[in-house]
């Protein structure tokens, strides 16, 4: 009799909706295996939340995705990568998970972003939370410590995209005020990280207001090839993922509420069960 496969999914957590455009782009890089998504969209945004809230509440999703079978999990969130996953990688895991991984988002990222540079200046676009935590500062300065790193928070384009107002004319301010602020600070910025997962959605309108010349760089394609890299490094976590190609998502709010904004973000229909924390 054959053995039956076991349910051990891929995490992929986030404070609400922007992480299924990574989720989308590591389903398309690595199909054969299930996946689990929790957005914890009930107490989003993180954002503007404190270090230790933020921690507090990426822990806890963290710990149930460990409960449902998880071996290795995603924060495919910015925020949360920058303010918790440190303290959760050092400190928590060795203890209530040590055979257990947990990754981020920024650092595929700035690992490769000095390689889209020819000025040695660029620039990052972010929730003032991702901004405030500098961990785009340090984690290019240890991949490219000779570049310049400017700055610029967009505390308008979250709460814009989640409520479906990002096409008309009172966006495009708001788009157009943010780019032009990055590149006052200096003009020879020439490659640009969108360090939010929820702006690849406005990724084009972004463009516009751009110079010509500037690379513009969406995490989820570059996470996708990051996570199969290491994938193919770590044989001993990957041989603890399952492959059904099973995919199910949970949210901590109302699942016809999630469902709704997730089809936008996720560029399917999505159907999720509620999870209560």
Not at 4 to 9: D, G, N, R, S, V
Not at 57 to 64: D, I, N, T
Not at 180 to 191: G, T
């Amino acid at each position: 009799m054959e053995e039956k496969k076991t349910y051990q999914p891929i995490g992929i957590f986030d404070s609400g909706f922007g992480g299924l455009t990574v989720l989308k782009e590591i389903v398309s890089e690595l199909p054969q295996y299930d996946y689990i998504y929790l957005g914890d969209s009930a107490r989003a945004p993180y954002g503007s939340r404190s270090f230790e809230t933020v921690y507090e509440y990426a822990l806890e999703c963290v710990e149930h995705l460990f409960n449902m079978g998880c071996h290795l999990v995603v924060l495919a969130c910015n925020t949360a990568s920058a303010k918790a996953l440190r303290t959760i990688q050092q400190k928590d895991l060795p203890k209530i998970a040590p055979s257990k991984r947990v990754l981020g988002v920024i650092r595929p990222t700035t690992e490769i972003i000095g390689k889209h540079s020819k000025t040695g200046h660029v620039g990052v676009l972010g929730t003032q939370g991702t901004v405030n935590s500098e961990s785009y500062l340090v984690e290019i300065e240890k991949f490219f410590p000779e570049l310049k790193v400017y700055q610029q928070a967009c505390p308008m384009w979250v709460p814009l995209i989640e409520n479906s107002e990002f096409d008309n004319e009172g966006a495009e301010f708001f788009i157009k005020k943010y780019v032009d602020e990055l590149m006052a600070q200096q003009k020879n910025i020439d490659a640009v990280i969108l360090a939010c997962t929820h702006y690849p959605l406005i990724q084009d309108k972004i463009k516009k207001y751009l110079p010509k010349n500037v690379d513009l760089l969406s995490q989820g394609s570059i996470v996708a090839k990051g996570l199969k890299d290491y994938l193919q490094r770590h044989p001993e976590i990957e041989k603890e993922c399952s492959k059904n190609k099973l995919l199910n998502f949970y949210t901590t709010d109302l699942p016809e509420t999630f469902d709704k904004a997730a089809s936008l973000f996720y560029g399917e229909i999505v159907k999720s069960q509620h999870l209560d924390l």
